[in-house]
């Protein structure tokens, strides 16, 4: 027959092994909703983290066009330097040339009026109207006041006289820096007079004239 102490020591081992027991089958029956639960997320994030389609959103703005450095157009961003002598001497040269473009153009037709006079052109010119260029010393620009585009200021501009190129082989034209419309074009456009700018095409006719003549 057992003693008492070893009745109350195996006991206690009993008691021990059957609460050994109880944590692992409670720790082991929370173990599973616990590792569910934290697969979860996961499983949430990998869904939410699928890759798109490139391409523009309904919310997104349009893209901006490509910009091409070859497109071959270099808009002028501010007036070529000049002296005041040789700003009078292109401007003067322009307004002579265009009052005799636009006298050829009244003589063509009876409705046209031309008027030159203190470096002020007034044509009118139906069924446009009246149209009225000047210089503008203190500005060292040629002014515009169109029927039809309105008020302009016109610098002297001379495009493609570079590094690359030898010094007086650009084009030189009277040109409005807001919208890099020059003054030739607006003038061919609207009245259907052509302006020789630099007066290049005057000066060959008179060296192509026989001296002996």
């Given at each position: 027959m057992s003693s008492p102490v070893t009745s109350r020591l195996a006991r206690a081992a009993g008691r021990y092994?059957?609460?050994a027991l109880t944590r692992r089958t409670t720790a082991a029956r929370f173990a599973a909703p616990i590792r569910q639960q934290m697969a979860q997320p996961v499983a949430r994030y990998l869904a939410t983290s699928s890759a798109r389609p490139?391409?523009?959103m309904p919310d997104t703005p349009d893209p901006k066009p490509p910009q091409n450095a070859d497109d071959g157009i270099t808009p002028a961003s501010q007036p070529t330097e000049i002296t005041e002598d040789e700003y009078h001497r292109q401007s003067d040269l322009y307004l002579n040339n265009?009052?005799?473009q636009a006298e050829l153009l009244q003589e063509s037709r009876e409705d046209v009026e031309v008027e030159f006079s203190a470096g002020v052109l007034s044509l009118t010119f139906p069924p446009n109207g009246t149209y009225v260029i000047n210089k503008q010393p203190p500005n060292k620009q040629i002014w515009l006041s169109s029927p039809?585009?309105?008020p302009k200021?016109?610098?002297w501009v001379v495009i493609g006289e570079s590094m690359h190129e030898k010094e007086g082989g650009g084009l030189g034209d009277w040109v409005y820096l807001r919208d890099n419309s020059s003054l030739t074009e607006i003038l061919r456009?609207?009245?259907g007079i052509t302006v020789d700018a630099t007066g290049?095409?005057?000066s060959l006719e008179k060296q192509s004239v026989d001296p002996t003549e």
């Open positions: 092994a059957s609460g490139a391409g523009l265009l009052v005799e039809l585009s309105g200021r016109f610098d456009k609207e009245v290049e095409k005057e």
